[in-house]
């Protein structure tokens, strides 16, 4: 999984709770990404970021937020989790974010469940 | 609304066989288009990546191919083995000076002894 651990890779959690999804990488590259896997919907962007404490939203951002303090850590936060959060969670790579060529690395994934 | 959408959902094959996947997409504007696959608990590695003007590309057994003009894709796994039982997912590089990738659902492929 080309360098990128995710922890935990499961987690039963209530409704109401806060919940932090961590995303660590060794290969030193720029971009980061979160997004969510869902039964009968393509993997879809949740947050990404660019750089330290550069971060932006993607398609699916209502309800989480993000924090990088160190290029080989990004975080997700689900301030207040809710059972539509209950998916897998997938954090991805990139050295850069324009490059058409330019691949995105995926890591293990975290399965999320929100009772 | 881009899209993209792959057919079929699930297939089954024996060991040994060859199959098709289709991909059809309406993304635009368009900048290239990947094929990932993913194992189950895994997440997805890729397995071509083509710009429009790459028709054909291949990564061993794997042989995807593209027409930018028809806007469809498919990926060819040839011989298939044990190990080729994962979802193949189709995903388009929209061409916005961002890399915003917009994934297919994937096809579901269990190859049978």
């Known amino acids: 999984d080309a360098g990128i651990t995710q922890s935990p890779r499961h987690k039963v959690t209530e409704t109401g709770t806060p919940v932090t999804l961590r995303c660590h990488q060794t290969e030193n590259h720029r971009y980061m990404y979160w997004y969510r896997q869902d039964p009968g919907h393509g993997l879809r962007l949740i947050h990404y970021?660019?750089?330290?404490?550069?971060?932006d939203k993607g398609e699916v951002s209502d309800g989480y937020s993000v924090s990088r303090s160190k290029t080989e850590d990004f975080l997700l936060t689900l301030e207040s989790a809710t059972s539509s959060q209950t998916s897998v969670y997938f954090c991805a790579i990139s050295e850069s974010g324009g490059s058409s060529y330019n691949e995105q690395f995926f890591g293990p994934g975290t399965r999320l469940t929100v009772l | 609304k881009n899209q993209v959408e792959q057919s079929p959902q699930s297939l089954i094959i024996l060991e040994g066989k060859n199959c098709t996947l289709q991909?059809?997409?309406?993304?635009?504007?368009?900048?290239?288009l990947r094929w990932y696959k993913q194992d189950t608990g895994r997440g997805p590695v890729s397995l071509t990546i083509m710009t429009f003007s790459e028709n054909t590309k291949s990564n061993g057994r794997y042989t995807a191919t593209l027409d930018a003009d028809t806007k469809q894709s498919s990926l060819h796994i040839t011989a298939s083995q044990l190990s080729d039982s994962a979802s193949y997912i189709c995903v388009v590089l929209e061409n916005t000076g961002f890399q915003k990738l917009v994934f297919g659902t994937g096809t579901r492929l269990l190859v049978s002894p």
């Open positions: 970021s660019y750089g330290v404490k550069d971060t």
């Open positions: 991909c059809n997409y309406t993304v635009s504007p368009f900048s290239n």
